[in-house]
T-cell receptor
Framework: KNEVEQSPQNLTAQEGEFITINCSYS?????LHWLQQHPGGGIVSLFM?????KKHGRLIATINIQEKHSSLHITASHPRDSAVYIC????????????WGAGTKLIIKP | DTGVSQDPRHKITKRGQNVTFRCDPI?????LYWYRQTLGQGPEFLTY????????KSRLLSDRFSAERPKGSFSTLEIQRTEQGDSAMYLC????????????FGPGTRLLVL
């Protein structure tokens, strides 16, 4: 079993839909990261959180430490949101290095 | 541009050749990470430096791979005697290490071994 699991692996939605991507982890963490990767490889950090909820524009990230679960939400989705969204955790067991989920490929159709 | 930069962005080489990639981190960042990402997979940790010291190497990093960060600033990743399985995106990230750090990623170097 992977230490960081994301679901779904692939998600296709219509423009305007509310999007939820889930991440579950099994290790002790100091922080959880959500990252975005567009075709071509560039990775952008979206959020780093260790508790509660953060919001940036149409993106919202939540984390429940007790349940070891995080969600990334996109409101009013747009085709430019199409990308791979990756959850990664800073593990307390591995000197705070990142352990990565496999990513969720999101396609937003106009 | 004060972000993380990598050079080259793309590299095509023949099997058996050596290749070297460079990463320039954000200037005040003391940690530098190398990751490898194959198609359809999430990035895999390879190694990281704190200043000039290489503190950890993944088991993925075979003897053909070597990384340096001689002055605690830029880093190089060399692959000797490349194999087709080395074809991947090689990502560099840097951070200012604290208990909760944000890693900033470079654009990556895409390697194709023919």
């Amino acid at each position: 079993k992977n230490e960081v699991e994301q679901s779904p692996q692939n998600l296709t939605a219509q423009e305007g839909e509310f999007i939820t991507i889930n991440c579950s982890y099994s290790v002790g963490i100091s922080a959880l990261h959500w990252l975005q990767q567009h075709p071509g490889g560039g990775i952008v950090s979206l959020f780093m959180l260790s508790s509660g909820k953060k919001k940036h524009g149409r993106l919202i990230a939540t984390i429940n430490i007790q349940e070891k679960h995080s969600s990334l939400h996109i409101t009013a989705s747009h085709p430019r949101d199409s990308a791979v969204y990756i959850c990664a955790v800073s593990s307390m067991d591995s000197n705070y290095q990142l352990i990565w989920g496999a990513g969720t490929k999101l396609i937003i159709k106009p | 541009d004060t972000g993380v930069s990598q050079d080259p962005r793309h590299k095509i080489t023949k099997r058996g050749q050596n290749v070297t990639f460079r990463c320039d981190p954000i200037s005040e960042h003391n940690r530098l990470y190398w990751y490898r990402q194959t198609l359809g997979q999430g990035p895999e940790f390879l190694t990281y430096f704190q200043n000039e010291a290489q503190l950890e190497k993944s088991r993925l990093l075979s003897d053909r791979f070597s990384a340096e960060r001689p002055k605690g600033s830029f880093s190089t990743l060399e692959i000797q005697r490349t194999e087709q399985g080395d074809s991947a995106m090689y990502l560099c990230a840097s951070s200012l290490w604290t208990v909760q750090e944000t890693q900033y990623f470079g654009p990556g170097t895409r390697l194709l071994v023919l």
